[in-house]
């Protein structure tokens, strides 16, 4: 990826968090009155949902923006990596929002009380579950848009279409409770909490496997295979590895065998032919280690 488009993805990045941002302080707000107007702990558990994906929306303008600076001296291979710092303290927030509004739904449960009935509470709640599934769609499409889809917006994708169908859960309760006296609020509230706690660990699990470095696809290895199979005039190559550091950013080295027979500028020269096809194909740099081979 050159400079340009690098660039292009962080804008892109950073202008869909800054949509995002300014959506889920909305949501807080609109969320925070229905509950406030209804006592209702699930639909003041989700205001708090949409406050941390506020927080999660600033994250995301960072990590775009740090992710587009140029290598330096301190940082040779760039600062893609910082989407993937960003995904996880993400995924972090949605994790710890979950947990506590596991604590507060199970208290409710422990100790319920009255819902209040209002039209105005209802309005609000399906602006806010419209406005949730504009946001995913929103979030869905910038993805698709990019070269290489980025797990922040992924990941930030998939809690707005979970909180859609939260709000369409929530909004069911509400209305079973102030017509039927039934006392389910608190368990809507604990089944909202399970289900952003699970978003927030799969998150996290994906974000930590970017930054740990995870196996290739056995297709990339496989085409990376035929390209080097193609090329007779090496003997053979051994300890292919890949080395990932941001979306963009792949190197790769290899050790290739070679008859020792052949002169300098013919080896050399056949080393720079499958570098160049792997910068073609894949798109990664990558390094050869000339291996002299004596063969009888």
């Known amino acids: 990826m050159n400079v340009s488009d690098q660039n292009l993805r962080a804008k892109e990045g950073i202008i869909t968090g800054v949509v995002g941002l300014i959506v889920n302080i909305i949501l807080v707000i609109l969320k925070l009155t229905a509950g406030i107007m209804a006592n209702s702990v699930s639909i003041l558990a989700d205001a708090m949902n949409s406050l941390g994906d506020g927080t999660a929306a600033i994250l995301t303008i960072g990590g775009f923006y740090i992710a587009q600076k140029p290598a330096d001296r301190e940082h040779p291979y760039g600062h893609e990596r910082a989407e993937y710092i960003s995904g996880l303290f993400t995924a972090i927030i949605i994790l710890i929002v979950g947990l506590q509004f596991l604590k507060t739904s199970i208290e409710k449960i422990l100790n319920p009380m009255t819902v209040y009935s209002s039209s105005l509470v209802i309005i609000l709640?399906?602006?806010?579950?419209?406005?949730?599934?504009?946001?995913?769609?929103?979030?869905?499409?910038?993805?698709?848009?990019?070269?290489?889809?980025s797990g922040?917006?992924?990941?930030?994708?998939?809690?707005?279409?979970?909180?859609?169908?939260?709000?369409?859960?929530?909004?069911?309760?509400?209305?079973?409770?102030?017509?039927f006296g039934i006392y389910i609020d608190g368990y809507i509230g604990a089944f909202v909490a399970l289900i952003i706690i699970y978003g927030g660990m799969t998150s996290i699990i994906e974000s930590s496997n970017d930054l740990l470095g995870k196996r290739p696809s056995p297709e990339l290895i496989d085409n990376m295979q035929k390209i080097l199979d193609s090329f007779a005039s090496i003997v053979g190559y051994h300890d292919l590895i890949l080395h990932k550091y941001g979306p963009h950013k792949t190197f790769a080295t290899v050790d290739i065998e070679m008859d020792s027979r052949l002169d300098l500028f013919t080896a050399h020269r056949i080393i720079d032919n499958i570098e160049y096809q792997f910068k073609k194909e894949f798109n990664i740099k990558l390094v050869c280690h000339l291996d002299p081979v004596v063969l009888h």
């Open 125 to 149: 709640l399906i602006i806010s579950m419209l406005l949730k599934m504009f946001l995913g769609v929103y979030y869905y499409r910038k993805n698709k848009k990019l070269s290489t889809q």
């Open 152 to 179: 922040v917006l992924n990941a930030l994708m998939k809690d707005s279409l979970f909180d859609t169908l939260i709000n369409a859960v929530i909004i069911s309760s509400y209305l079973v409770e102030v017509n």
